[in-house]
């Protein structure tokens, strides 16, 4: 959804207050941009008019690439020391300007390679040293003969495209941001209905008649303490998500965009929730338990 709003145009993420932008012009936000980014964008803006179409699009499409790689391992670093969502959020930004930058360039950022492929070395190998008594055969069943037939290397023919590549990369980041922010935002709760779960199933392949609430781990108050837990984990935990957001991302319509499956997730987890106290706690118990609507949580799990 990301991606798809800033090709439509609905957001860009170079103007001011869009992702990295904070209302600075133009130029200042570029000096924002991670170096590999901005060298590669100005290499390819200088190259664009200057050399034949074929060529470029073969340039471009591996400095794509490198540029793309050094972004996931700018990620990767700053995952492993300022934390999970950090990396996230600057990968997504960074991709979200290689897209919207790369879009005005009239070629396909995508070439046909050719190769070989010896794969079919190995078998042809190992059939010549089982038929080496066939060395030196004067007809057709000659094993040398063979192993020359069956060794040639085939051509290979496989497609690179740079412009998929990101739209791909990006889908990608974006998920792993709302997987890791939905875990962060509901994990006690999710971490209960998965024990739930195994339990529930555990017991309907056995034919067991033990009941979920009597379990340690299910005892109604128990449930009420990862229900209040998660609460604690939604009123510190969101306000770091939404800071990280604007952050980096700097755009009230991106933030939401993103943020929308998160909230989506949230809510769902919680309604399931609700269903499996309904159906395996007593009215009695669902009081104790006091799980709250879809539409609490729908209103809680709002960026401000």
Known sequence: DVAAAAA????????????????LPVADQQAMWYPTLRRTLVCLSKLYRCI?????????????????????????LISAKQGQLNGMLFLIKHLLILREQIAPFDVSFAVKEHGLDFSNIKDAAFSLYQHRGRLFKLNYQNALLEFVMQSSPALTESYLDSRK??????????????????????????????????????????????????????????????????????????PQVQRLMSLYLANRELECILFKPVKEAVTSTYKQLSSTVVENYSVEDQAIVACPSSEQISGLVNLS
């Open 165 to 238: 590549d990101v739209d791909n990369r990006l889908k990608a980041s974006c998920e792993q941001f709302v997987s890791a922010v939905t875990k962060s935002l509901a994990g006690p709760v999710q971490d209960f209905l998965d024990k739930a779960q195994r339990f529930l199933e555990l017991s309907k392949q056995q034919g067991s008649k033990a009941k979920l609430r009597q379990q340690p781990f299910a005892d109604p108050g128990k449930v009420h303490e990862v229900v209040m837990a998660n609460f604690k984990v939604l009123d510190t935990s969101l």
């Open 52 to 76: 034949n179409k074929k060529v470029f699009e073969s340039l471009s499409q591996e400095a794509l690439e490198i540029c793309v790689q050094s972004l996931v391992h700018a990620s990767d």
């Open 8 to 23: 439509a145009g609905a957001v860009s993420p170079t103007t001011p207050g869009t992702p990295g932008g904070h209302d």
